[in-house]
């Protein structure tokens, strides 16, 4: 079945170092789209990115869909502490409405 | 805001109970979602429903059941709970299934039940 797979599992980092998790799916995707969750939370939407080799930004977060539309990245600039917690991605299983999931990167950031 | 609630936020059951979670939510969502959530799998989906009555299998449904007599309202059932069923549970809601012009596919979490089969 499809599979959606992140890198890293984890990631510490510095305040003020960049971060950068990857998500590849096993099939190509009509969209992708990014939750984050804070330690103790729930997924919250981030974003939805649809058109090959798109681009956007929220502020420090940087977001991408690759040209092939099988991967994507969400790349940190300057980490604060407040961006501490778990991202995942998330890619609508082939044929289906269902959205799968990868298995995330969970970031810590040392002050 | 969309707002999504649970039943509880903890709860702890013996093995062989049958277990009943509950989720609300207030936006008038066609679509809700029940997903578990265990360290190092990330989210897997057990089943959605897109209407009232109508209900989908996810990728792990063995093991549950769901109830979606009213269109707010998804339920989850573990008819008989087993430890393998101990897990963080998260409900979700989504406008549409596939983002387009009627909107977006973003799903709305709710808190999560941390249960507890002992």
């Known amino acids: 079945g499809q599979q959606v797979m992140q890198i890293p599992q984890y990631q510490h980092v510095q305040e003020g170092e960049d971060f950068t998790t990857y998500c590849n799916s096993s099939t190509t995707l009509s969209n992708i789209q990014w939750y984050k969750q804070r330690p103790g939370g729930h997924p919250v939407f981030l974003i939805q990115?649809?058109?090959?080799?798109e681009v956007k930004k929220q502020k420090r977060l940087t977001f991408q869909f690759g040209e092939a539309k099988k991967n994507s990245s969400l790349h940190i600039t300057a980490t604060q502490t407040t961006d501490v917690g778990t991202y995942f991605c998330?890619?609508?299983?082939?044929?289906?409405?269902?959205?799968?999931f990868g298995t995330g990167t969970r970031l810590k950031v040392l002050a | 805001d969309v707002k999504v609630t649970q039943s509880s936020r903890y709860l702890v059951k013996r093995t062989g109970e049958k277990v009943f979670l509950e989720c609300v939510q207030d936006m008038d969502h066609e679509n809700m979602f029940w997903y578990r959530q265990d360290p190092g799998l990330g989210l897997r989906l057990i089943y959605f429903?897109?209407?009232?009555?109508?209900?989908e299998k996810g990728d792990i449904p063995e093991g549950y059941s769901v109830s979606r007599e009213k269109k707010e309202r998804f339920s989850l059932i573990l008819e008989s709970a087993s430890t393998n069923q101990t897990s963080m549970y998260l409900c979700?809601?989504?406008?549409?299934?596939?983002?387009?012009?009627?909107?977006?596919?973003?799903?709305?979490f709710g808190p999560g039940t941390r249960l507890t089969v002992l």
């Open positions: 979700a809601s989504s406008l549409t299934l596939t983002s387009g012009i009627q909107g977006s596919s973003e799903q709305f």
């Open positions: 998330a890619g609508p299983g082939g044929g289906t409405y269902k959205y799968i």
């Open positions: 429903s897109y209407d009232v009555k109508m209900k």
């Open positions: 990115l649809v058109k090959s080799g």
